[in-house]
C-alpha cells in the first residue's frame, strides 16, 4: 500500500500541498521523527522531508511489453551498461523520444533503484521496462515478429544518417553497448543493421546515454517527415 511520510515539524506550502494530494489520492500520510524518515530511503537519498514509500516498478516479459507498446514502437535494449547513472539517463531520454519500452538483462544490468530513477529524473516511473535472461534469444523473438534490430558503433560502415526509409515504417529496436566495450560480438552478430553516429570533432565517441539521443531522436524525426510525406499537402 502507498504511504507517505513527512518529518515531524517540516513548515512549508509546497510540502502541505503534497501532503493534501496524496490525502486526495486516499493515501496514508504519516508524520515521522527525522531518524525514522531517514531509514526509509537508501543513503544516498536526500528526501527533504518527506519520503513516499511504493512498490517495487513492475518488470515485464517481451510478450508483455510488446502488448503494452504502441505501434510502430521503438525498444530500446542494453547489452551491459551497468551503470545506474546511465541506465537512467537512457531512460529518461528513451521515455523523450516516444520509446515502447526498455530492455534489461538479468545479468551484467542494475536493478530499478532510487539511483536510477533520479538518474531518470521520473522517467523510469512512466517508461515501461522488460527483463530477459538472454538478450541475444531475446532479439531473435523480436526478428521473428517484424522488429528491425539495429545498434551503433564507431567503425561501422553505414551512416546513422544513410538508413533506408523502410526501417522508419516498422517496429526497430536500438541496441546499446557498454562505454568502452560496445556491443558484444555475440550481440552483434544478430544485428539487421550496424550504424555508425557521424562524428564531426576531434572526440572518437559519445556517452552512451548521448548516443542513446542521438540515435532514437533521428529516428523519432525520420518517422516523422514519413508520415509527413504521406499526408497529401493542402
Not at 526498455?102 to 536493478?111: E, F, G, M, V
Not at 545498434?151 to 516498422?170: F, K, M, N
Request: charged share 25%; aromatic share 2%; proline share 7%.
Amino acid at each position: 500500500m502507498l504511504r507517505l511520510r513527512v518529518r515531524e515539524g517540516v513548515p512549508g506550502s509546497d510540502l502541505a500541498a503534497v501532503v493534501r494530494s496524496a490525502e486526495k489520492l486516499g493515501i496514508e500520510v504519516e508524520s515521522v521523527a527525522s531518524r525514522r524518515l531517514a531509514e526509509t530511503v537508501s543513503d544516498e537519498a536526500n528526501p527533504q522531508g518527506v519520503a513516499l514509500l511504493v512498490g517495487p516498478l513492475p518488470q515485464l516479459s517481451i510478450d508483455e511489453l510488446i502488448s503494452r507498446a504502441p505501434a510502430p514502437t521503438t525498444l530500446v535494449a542494453l547489452d551491459g551498461v551497468e551503470d545506474p547513472q546511465n541506465v537512467g539517463a537512457i531512460a529518461r531520454v528513451a521515455e523523450a523520444a516516444g520509446a515502447g519500452g526498455l530492455i534489461l538483462t538479468n545479468r551484467r544490468a542494475p536493478p530499478l533503484t532510487a539511483a536510477v530513477a533520479r538518474a531518470s529524473a521520473g522517467a523510469i516511473e512512466w517508461l515501461p521496462v522488460g527483463r530477459v535472461g538472454n538478450l541475444t534469444r531475446a532479439l531473435e523473438e523480436l526478428q521473428k515478429r517484424g522488429f528491425w534490430v539495429f545498434g551503433a558503433s564507431p567503425t561501422a560502415p553505414v551512416d546513422l544518417y544513410e538508413l533506408p526509409a523502410r526501417i522508419v515504417e516498422g517496429n526497430r529496436v536500438v541496441v546499446l553497448g557498454a562505454e568502452g566495450r560496445g556491443i558484444r560480438p555475440g550481440i552483434e552478430r544478430v544485428l539487421d543493421h550496424v550504424v555508425r553516429i557521424p562524428m564531426e570533432g576531434r572526440v572518437g565517441s559519445l556517452n552512451v546515454s548521448t548516443a542513446a539521443a542521438v540515435l532514437l531522436f533521428e529516428l523519432r524525426r525520420r518517422e516523422r517527415v514519413a508520415n509527413r510525406d504521406a499526408i497529401p499537402y493542402k
